[in-house]
């Protein structure tokens, strides 16, 4: 990693692993200011753009930041719908048995 990270400093995967390893430490100020700094730079990549947005918001609850934490998480579930990401539609399940789900209507409901 650190040989790829020295050939291709702007790489977006490097810039990533950088602010996941400040989360990982539990710096979480500087591991904020390196999610937020690095987002410009890794506009290009949709996957790694959702990373970041998410991780962000999740550094941003664990500093007691609830709302903000969450606007981030929406704006990556958002950015995944947008795309065509199934994983970002909740599954409709009819959990109770009853012959109506439990998700009242929503995008992935099939009921």
Known sequence: MREWARRAPNEPTVLLTQARHLAFLHAYDSAER???DIRPKVATSRTITNSVLGELGAV???????REGLQY????RTRQLERGDNAAIPECRDRLGAGRCLCAGGPGCRA
Do not use: D, H, K, N
């Open 60 to 66: 941003l609850i664990a500093r007691g930041r609830i």
């Open 34 to 36: 390196v999610y937020r």
């Open 73 to 76: 998480r929406s704006e990556m």
